[in-house]
């Protein structure tokens, strides 16, 4: 039986580790039924607490001590005579719609199949009719006139494209949506779930509304989509998840939680055989994405700092506090030999081979 929002226990499990090197975190799933199991499984979790493994996800099924490995796998080709997945005109959802990661994935539909394409996103976005007054008013560096140029060029290539703003955690902003998709499109096809918020505390600047934040999108959001759209017959119902999930990474404890239980979601849509469903742990994208997105307001902020506001601070590593509040702490230092022990105690001394040596 699985349980997708258990999963998310697996989000601190890889992260506190490697924010706590000290501390050796483990997950345990085990069965919670009949009276016999459950006397095997306190000698089983006895002999967990007290061994010396670096096992980090284990699973008990009767006789047996299951751990998390991966193995690569190559993907077939498809076999010539089968049903492409991807409709000529066919209708899909993405939420996360307009952001880069979004706006890609939907630019290959609109390329290869022509598709019918509704984008979500959470910000609020103008009209259509009023799209040529915004691109007047604003200059091209500005992201909604970035948006609303790619969504043309998208028409352009053969796309038919209906831009929506809900929030994808909202069940009725989102079953307004989806009321006035059908009613211009007809029945909706597939649906890419890519919409997500960045993460990025420490554990100990952590605040329960910071993990929520994260959680909404991608949990609740998963979990409205497949209520509103549980008698519509998808032909694929994708879910953007991350490497994070696998790896954890530190800093980023709720995103990796949400991207566990993404991951566990489309394992139990696919054990109840409904609809085809896929988690995709993607590696960070180059070009488009959150990462990306979250690196940008810091660009330039190194080799230009606003040493008027910034707080110059006595500490032997940082030269001054550009940020400090509840949401990030941002420190700058001009790091030189001379000044910083964390470099000279770690200079080694090269001296090419004389000819005789070599």
Known sequence: VLHPEKATVLGPVKVIGQEYPNLNCRSIDIPLYGTEIKLKLIDQLLTELTSNTSDRVIAYRGKHRWIQTFEPIRLDKPVKGTQPLLRKGGVYLITGGLGGIGLTLAEHLAKTVQAKLILIGRSAFPAKEEWNDWLTAHDEHDSVSRKIKQVQTLEAQGADVLVASADVANSQHMQEVITRA????????????????????????????????????????????????????????????????????????????ANAFLDAFAHQQTDRGDTLTLSINWDTWQEVGMAVEALKPLTGVLDSPKLDTAKAMSHPLFDYCIADNSDQAIYITHFSLSKHWVLSEHCLLYTSPSPRDS
Do not use: W
């Open 182 to 257: 059908e009613e211009r499109f007809g029945a909706i096809n597939g649906v890419i779930h890519s919409a997500g918020i960045a993460d990025g505390a420490l554990i100990p600047r952590r605040t329960r509304e910071m993990t929520e934040t994260v959680f909404a999108p991608k949990v609740k959001g998963t979990l409205v989509l497949d209520s509103l759209l549980k008698n519509v017959e998808l032909d694929f119902f994708i879910l953007c998840s991350s490497l994070a999930s696998i790896f954890g990474i530190g800093g980023q404890i709720g995103y990796c939680a």
